[in-house]
């Protein structure tokens, strides 16, 4: 059967390409994307899957942005003669990843209660950061150092963990728990999440 291109109404022409083939081979008409033999990437028009033209993450990445997180107590504010806190982030899309320091060289009080920093941006839900280590410079010894932000939130509770008796809690970080802090000690923290809208 010979068919006349001609003789094919629009909708006919548009039923017929709805229809056609799809991943049946390099030269199907339709392609979905994957990793399959015959689908393809985003951006690409070569069908193959296996050397189509990919998205490289070198294209999401921006450059490291440092930030001067804020940070103290939910009780007596600590003092400092000068920069004690650094910090940086990435984003990439509705994600970033940060890093904070916390330096206590120029520290002239540690306050008292819950230290807390502030993160670049909100996140868009609540999450738990256990990507931070505090080192008790004196006595060469490192401590677990978590971190909460709640939902719609920037604000970074810190905690860290202790033992009670035979049962390990997280408690909030402050002078004195998990150690009496001195200007030698210094603490990090990172972690990657959702931001907000």
């Not at 390409?17 to 399959?36: C, Q």
């Not at 504010?77 to 940060?98: C, D, L």
């Not at 030698?184 to 990657?192: E, K, L, Y």
């Amino acid at each position: 059967m010979v068919f006349n291109p001609n003789e094919f109404t629009s909708e006919q022409v548009n039923i017929l390409h709805l229809n056609s083939d799809k991943d049946a081979g390099a030269g199907a008409l339709h392609h979905t994307l994957g990793l399959g033999p015959t689908q393809a990437s985003p951006g690409s028009h070569r069908h193959n899957g296996r050397d189509s033209y990919r998205i490289d993450m070198g294209d999401l990445s921006t450059s490291e942005v440092d930030y001067t997180p804020e940070g103290g107590t939910d009780g007596t504010q600590p003092t400092f003669s000068g920069p004690a806190i650094s910090g940086s982030f990435n984003r990439f899309g509705n994600m970033v990843h940060f890093s904070i320091a916390v330096d206590f060289d120029n520290i002239l009080t540690f306050g008292t209660g819950q230290y807390y920093l502030t993160l670049p941006y909100s996140a868009r839900v609540a999450y738990q950061f256990r990507d931070g280590c505090l080192h008790d410079d004196s006595a060469g010894i490192e401590y677990h150092i978590s971190g909460h932000v709640n939902q719609g939130e920037d604000v970074l509770w810190l905690f860290t963990t202790d033992r009670q008796g035979n049962r390990v809690y997280d408690f909030p970080f402050e002078q004195g728990e998990p150690v009496t802090l001195t200007a030698a000690d210094n603490f990090h923290i990172a972690g990657t999440y959702e931001i907000e809208g």
